[in-house]
């Protein structure tokens, strides 16, 4: 998922960049209201993180703006201001939510999961959101989680990204590229080790011994294969 972060303050800018783009999401960044407005046309984000006192444009005339063009990309208002005035202005503009300065990381990413969540769910039916099967598991696209028997596993949007492609493609070698494409988009190309990365942490979840994985096989020098049984 790319996320648009707008925020003047260039602290706060490269520290909200630095600890989502470790959480695997696309980081783009806007440090004006103009500049903002740009960004979304060209890079179209998945959703944005919007701060409200900017210079130029403030964060209320960027999320009218935007709410023109698009009436279902998440926006989360971002603000030191906390008068109930300014909450209920934000949300009658168009916003899914509004975090008080200063915030937590972990407040955030759980919020941004929760709206990513909504925003699946508002997909019309038959838009990746159909429950599906991964060896003894069962994936809940819409929930972002997947069920083994009674327990819960939950799921990233990326790390969700990754088994669709690996169960649209059963039986067969995906490729490194192929999973790139899928689970990253053509305009954001991790590199190889961050590929790695997310494939290990995804056996440790989902795998029974992540030693030695039986769901997500690895095709040495070329990618990786789900081998449904």
Known sequence: MKILVVEDDALIRQGLTEALSREGYALISAENGNQALEKYRQEKPDFILLDIMMPQLDGYTVCREIRKLDERIPIVFLSAKGEEVDRVVG????????????????????????????????????????????????????????????QRLELSLRELKILECLHRHKNEVVTRDMLFDFAWGYEHMPNSRTLDMHISKLRRLIEVEPENPVLIRTVHGVGYRYQES
């Open 91 to 150: 949300l009658e503009l168009g916003a899914d939510d509004y975090i008080h300065k200063p915030f937590g990381v972990h407040e955030l990413r759980a919020r941004i999961k929760a709206i990513a969540k909504r925003c699946l769910c508002q997909k019309p039916a038959g838009a990746d959101t159909e429950v599906f099967s991964f060896g003894d598991l069962s994936v809940f696209p819409r929930e972002l989680c997947a069920m083994r028997g009674s």
